[in-house]
Nanobody
């Protein structure tokens, strides 16, 4: 069973950058679609970005378009979320997820993603 581990969270000032990593510590996600969600205190978990299995298709929620970039490195079994021009409203726990259906459509359309990470805190100060 695939297990995911996130890293790269932290405290940054508004306008700064962070890069989150999501690595499969057990199993491989080379044929999986993968993406990121976030959950701020008192709010529901929100979709952020997804990438298909080959890395050729990506999709973002409107609030991060032009600021965040999702990518993957199959040799490292890792998915990244580069976050630039961070805003205080980006503060949240960020979770990565992977899905055995390899397309972005499969990922967005499913009610049950295959694997989740434990989350990493991102805090943006004003």
């Amino acid at each position: 069973q695939v297990q995911l581990v996130e890293s790269g969270g932290g405290l940054v000032q508004a306008g700064g950058s962070l890069r989150l990593s999501c690595t499969a510590s057990r199993g491989t996600i080379s044929t999986y679609s993968a993406g990121w969600f976030r959950q701020a205190p008192g709010k529901e978990r929100q979709f952020v970005a997804v990438i298909n299995w080959s890395g050729t298709t990506t999709y973002y929620t409107d609030s991060v378009k032009g600021r965040f970039t999702i990518s993957r490195d199959k040799t490292r079994n890792t998915v990244y979320l580069q976050m630039d021009s961070l805003k205080p409203e980006d503060t949240a726990v960020y979770f990565c997820a992977a899905h055995a259906g390899g397309s972005t459509t499969d990922f967005i359309g499913t009610q049950s993603l295959t694997a989740w990470g434990q989350g990493t805190q991102v805090t943006v100060s004003s």
